[in-house]
């Protein structure tokens, strides 16, 4: 069974731009989270999506929206890019959700670097 | 303020000893625990868990100890090997509902052959 993946890999972008990340999750997966990680600040949760609707949401501004299609498929976008934003974007996705027993299978990651 | 806490960042070790890996907790609804192991360039993978209705779980060389008085759980690696070398996350959630994972900040493992 194919694992997470993610596109792009890497990616550059100039402050004040937008960027939109994809997350294609394992096959029969349901649930897509999107979390981002910086240099000492751990994993922090962006959202949850799950049957194509937001089922939960972390604590970051409105710049930082996402979506999932009817294929599961995921993709997160941010708008107006910070000198801040740059970090790894993780998905991950799992059978029904977090938490519980469904353990979360993590893609490799988007780094995104913003100058 | 953060629930979940992996106090050291960094850990050696020499090959063949165990390694201990801490994190504690502030939510006394949390009651299932997680760690994740990453490698650069890679994506977390699942290790292993704890359920609150338990103390202990053994999965090879890998035990996690709970201790829900204190609010604490420790990770215990042994024998260490050179390929455990790699960021360990302790992740926790309440075992009710969809409630997203909160995760530490990791804690950074070097095994030194």
């Known amino acids: 069974k194919a694992g997470v993946t993610q596109t792009p890999r890497y990616l550059i972008k100039t402050r004040g731009q937008q960027v939109t990340l994809s997350c294609s999750p394992i096959?029969?997966?349901?649930?897509v989270s999107w979390y981002q990680q910086t240099p000492g600040q751990g994993l922090q949760f962006l959202f949850e999506?799950?049957?194509?609707?937001q089922r939960n949401k972390g604590n970051f501004p409105g710049r930082f929206s996402g979506r999932q299609f009817s294929n599961s498929r995921s993709e997160m976008n941010v708008s107006t890019l910070e000198l801040g934003d740059s970090a790894l974007y993780l998905c991950?996705?799992?059978?029904w959700g977090q938490g519980s027993t469904y353990e979360q299978y993590f893609g490799p990651g988007t780094r995104l670097t913003v100058t | 303020d953060q629930q979940v806490k992996q106090n050291s960042p960094s850990l050696s070790v020499q090959e063949g000893r165990i390694s201990i890996l801490n994190c504690d907790y502030t939510?006394?609804?949390?009651?299932?625990f997680l760690w994740y192991k990453k490698y650069p360039a890679e994506g977390p993978t699942f290790l292993i868990s704890?359920?609150?209705?338990?103390d202990k779980n053994e999965d090879g060389r890998f035990t996690v100890f709970l201790n829900k008085s204190a609010k604490h759980l420790s990770l215990h690696i042994v024998p260490s090997q050179p390929g455990d070398s790699a960021v360990y996350f302790c992740?926790?959630?309440?075992?009710?509902?969809?409630?997203?994972?909160?995760f530490g900040k990791g804690t950074r493992l070097s095994v030194i052959a």
């Open positions: 991950a996705s799992s059978l």
């Open positions: 999506y799950f049957s194509e609707t």
């Open positions: 992740a926790a959630s309440p075992n009710s509902g969809n409630t997203p994972l909160v």
């Open positions: 939510n006394s609804m949390f009651d299932y």
């Open positions: 096959s029969g997966h349901r649930s």
């Open positions: 704890i359920s609150s209705i338990k």
